[in-house]
Nanobody, 115 residues
Framework: QVQLVESGGGLVQTGGSLRLSCAASGITVRSSDMGWYRQAPGKQRELVAS???????NYADSLKGRFTISRDNAENMVYLQMNSLKPEDTAVYYC?????????WGKGTLVTVSS
């Protein structure tokens, strides 16, 4: 059974930083395509960043330079380092895993950026 558990969200001021963590079980992050998505109130879920099984990374254009995705193969974890946070980054952030064309989702962690 695949489980993805996010943590690290919270309330932060504009310009602050947060690191989100995704603990994976039932799936190996180094052999899966992993990603972070977010969904703001009233908006569709959107891709934030992804890291493929081969190690290449991809980011939403608007977030390049502020967010960094990484993984720890030994701990089977995926991280999202978020810097220079803005109020428009406020959203629920979800960890995603893709394997054999199946998508798995965590329950999300709320990030609130105050102005």
């Amino acid at each position: 059974q695949v489980q993805l558990v996010e943590s690290g969200g919270g309330l932060v001021q504009t310009g602050g930083s947060l690191r989100l963590s995704c603990a994976a079980s039932g799936i190996t992050v180094r052999s899966s395509d992993m990603g972070w998505y977010r969904q703001a109130p009233g908006k569709q879920r959107e891709l934030v960043a992804s890291i493929l099984s081969g190690g290449s990374t991809n980011y939403a254009d608007s977030l390049k330079g502020r967010f960094t995705i990484s993984r720890d193969n030994a701990e089977n974890m995926v991280y999202l380092q978020m810097n220079s946070l803005k109020p428009e980054d406020t959203a629920v952030y979800y960890c995603n895993a893709k394997r054999y064309s199946i998508n798995y989702w965590g329950k999300g962690t709320l990030v609130t950026v105050s102005s």
